[in-house]
T-cell receptor
Framework: NAGVTQTPKFRVLKTGQSMTLLCAQD?????MYWYRQDPGMGLRLIHY???????AKGEVPDGYNVSRLKKQNFLLGLESAAPSQTSVYFC?????????????FGEGSWLTVV | AQSVTQLGSHVSVSEGALVLLRCNYS??????LFWYVQYPNQGLQLLLK??????LVKGINGFEAEFKKSETSFHLTKPSAHMSDAAEYFC???????????????FGQGTILTVHP
């Protein structure tokens, strides 16, 4: 059971560098999300997608871009990394249902920007 | 906008004691409510959720939570703590937009549960 898979798991970047985090889900979910987790702040939504080819801004979208070219993949890009983007990033997915969405999370990607 | 407040960033209990993790939310419409658990260096795992119906919700690992609309609360409890319950717990409220939930969650800041022998 792969579920939600994130790559890479760990990365150190220099300020100004760019990188892409890849998220893949094998549950045929329509909805995918990128969250960041910072100490004492819980998880905050960066961007989300309600289907292939669609993306939308979440709570903290600045400095990030996303793409959903294939239903199973959701990419998070940092064009010019800043130390404030040091965080743990979680991808998640869900299948909308009338009983309320259960969101499934990946295991996280630890990003350090120096 | 919805918000979630978890009272107490750290809770410490003895093994076998009652676990009570507090969560209060604000929402202009009936919410979906969730509790997630995160073990060190892992992702979040759903413990339980409330959508509609019975206000006492049972989840995995012996946890349960009660939705109290009048108190805007969704506290998490477990009668007897185990060492394996040590983790960080997150309360979250789901956004409902136009009758269809897109599954966006607003999280509380988390409560770290420590269980002593």
């Amino acid at each position: 059971n792969a579920g939600v898979t994130q790559t890479p798991k760990f990365r150190v970047l220099k300020t100004g560098q760019s990188m892409t985090l890849l998220c893949a889900q094998d549950m045929n979910h329509e909805y995918m999300y990128w969250y960041r987790q910072d100490p004492g702040m819980g998880l905050r939504l960066i961007h989300y997608s309600v289907g292939e080819g669609t993306t939308a801004k979440g709570e903290v979208p600045d400095g990030y871009n996303v793409s959903r070219l294939k239903k199973q993949n959701f990419l998070l890009g940092l064009e010019s990394a800043a130390p404030s983007q040091t965080s743990v990033y979680f991808c998640a997915s869900s299948y909308d249902s009338s009983s309320g969405n259960t969101i499934y999370f990946g295991e996280g990607s630890w990003l350090t920007v120096v | 906008a919805q918000s979630v407040t978890q009272l107490g960033s750290h809770v410490s209990v003895s093994e076998g004691a009652l676990v009570l993790l507090r969560c209060n939310y604000s929402s202009s419409v009936p919410p979906y409510l969730f509790w997630y658990v995160q073990y060190p260096n892992q992702g979040l795992q759903l413990l339980l959720k409330y959508t509609t119906g019975a206000t006492l919700v049972k989840g995995i690992n012996g946890f349960e939570a009660e939705f109290k609309k009048s108190e805007t609360s969704f506290h998490l409890t477990k009668p007897s703590a185990h060492m394996s319950d040590a983790a960080e717990y997150f309360c979250a409220v789901g956004e409902i937009a136009g009758g269809t939930s897109y599954g966006k969650l607003t999280f509380g800041q988390g409560t770290i549960l420590t269980v002593h022998p």
